[in-house]
């Protein structure tokens, strides 16, 4: 998620599920090839099983920044035709793609060609006055013909003119039964639904009703620990995932890593916000890191303290 989720981000979320796969937010295609933005693929082993999302729509162009992914140790390319920012309209990608499957299957096959990882695409039901209903069919289809398997479906449409990308995310309806209908028309696609989705019991409940997988996005960072922690046991049906408490110990070293190298301390812990949300002491958890991890010379210890205080909040929740 743009502007939201970074390497930091999906460090802190691996830890808590050892079984989810992780994106990363949209990287375009130009800023890698034509402007040699390699440090925009820098990430860390532990972060995988991990999907490189690139923004693009040239086939010759996307097909080299998949090559460059794929070097970085990329496992899945996935194409965004799902974003509606203006940014991104400027550059005919993102969700404005949806108007022309055409050029979608020509970059999917240009990419296919290119590397051996998978190229899954993320999309929407529509745009603007699209009849989703008959423009979903014919986009799925055309991106299967070019070597698509796997998909993700925004369950509503963007609405290019008039609504910003945060309006985008909520208003225009979401229509759920009609990513059923996919699946049942295009029933060897691996087809996940995304939009909406808050819990894991919805998640299970989209799994079995027959669908393939589920995208989680602004759920899974501001409860992380809710949506993360307990999604390899109640999804994968694996006891890995950390705990919160044990997440939080092992992003230590890896802060200490990041001081060394440089980095400050909110730049990490700004993800770890809303990991004991809805929790005795979640709010001076909060406080403790958005107040002080921006402070000169802040580290770890700051962070072990809040911990430790949390702990003794729950242990205790009547403090005198
Ligand atoms: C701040 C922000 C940035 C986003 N950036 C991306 C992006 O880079 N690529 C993408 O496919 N979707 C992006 N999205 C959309 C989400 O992936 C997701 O499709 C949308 O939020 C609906 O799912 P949700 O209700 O689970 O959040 C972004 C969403 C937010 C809130």
């Known amino acids: 998620m743009m502007d939201w989720t970074d390497r930091h981000c999906r460090y802190l979320h691996r830890l808590l599920s050892g079984q989810t796969l992780l994106y990363t937010e949209m990287v375009t295609a130009p800023a890698l090839v034509r402007g040699g933005a390699l440090h925009l693929l820098e990430h860390s082993p532990e972060e995988q099983p991990l999907a490189l999302q690139l923004g693009g729509s040239d086939p010759g162009e996307l097909a080299e920044a998949a090559r460059l992914g794929v070097q970085a140790g990329y496992g899945e390319i996935n194409l965004n035709c799902g974003c509606p920012s203006d940014r991104v309209q400027s550059g005919t990608f993102g969700a404005v793609l949806m108007k022309d499957p ?53 369950a509503r449409k963007a ?19 009609l990513v059923y209908r996919m699946k ?16 894991l019991t919805q998640a299970c ?7 393939d997988g589920v995208m989680i996005g602004r759920a899974a960072y501001h409860q992380p620990a809710d949506i993360l922690s307990r999604a390899d046991t109640e999804v994968f049906g694996d006891p890995g995932g950390s705990s919160a408490e044990d997440a939080v110990r092992a992003m230590l070293p890896y802060m200490e890593a990041h001081l060394a190298g440089g980095g400050r301390l909110h730049q990490v812990t700004r993800h770890m916000l809303g990991l004991f949300a809805g929790r005795p002491g979640a709010r001076g958890w909060r406080r403790a890191l958005s107040e002080g991890a921006h402070r000169q010379g802040a580290g770890p210890e700051l962070v072990e303290q809040a911990l430790e205080a949390l702990l003794a909040l729950a242990a205790d929740p009547q403090p005198v």
């Not at 049942?184 to 819990?199: A, C, D, E, K, V």
């Not at 409940?205 to 669908?211: I, K, Q, S, T, V």
């Open 102 to 154: 055409a050029r979608v299957s020509e970059c999917v096959a240009a990419m296919r060609l290119a590397v051996d990882a998978e190229i899954t695409v993320k999309c929407r039901i529509g745009v603007d006055d699209q009849d989703p209903e008959t423009v979903l069919p014919e986009f799925l289809s055309r991106i299967i013909a070019a070597g698509c398997e796997r998909v993700t479906i925004h």
């Open 159 to 177: 609405w290019l003119q008039g609504l910003s990308p945060k309006e985008n995310r909520d208003i225009p309806p979401l229509d759920y039964d």
């Open 184 to 199: 049942q028309l295009f029933p060897n696609l691996h087809i996940s639904i995304n939009g909406g989705i808050t819990s």
């Open 205 to 211: 409940g989209f799994l079995d009703g027959g669908l």
